[in-house]
């Protein structure tokens, strides 16, 4: 047992949580899993969108500024 990584130890732990659960349990902690992980995709492609919406209204600032500085210098 000394020669075991925490890694294989952590398994190990596991295997025993799910020896010990009944399928419906085991269900359940699957189904938060998969929610914590697709909230998780969710929250990141929020920020991703996010952050292009800002690029996009300095972009359209920029181009009304220049715009404005070429008819102002006409």
Do not use: F, P, Y
Request: charged share 40%.
């Amino acid at each position: 047992m000394a020669e075991l990584t925490a890694r294989e130890m952590a398994s190990l732990g596991g295997k025993a949580r799910a020896k010990k659960l009944t399928a419906e349990q085991r269900s359940e902690a699957a189904r938060k899993a998969v929610q914590a992980r697709w909230q998780k995709a969710l929250t990141q492609l929020e920020k991703k969108i996010e952050k292009h919406d800002r690029a996009a209204r300095r972009a359209a600032q920029a181009r009304s500024q220049r715009a404005k500085q070429k008819k102002e210098s006409k």
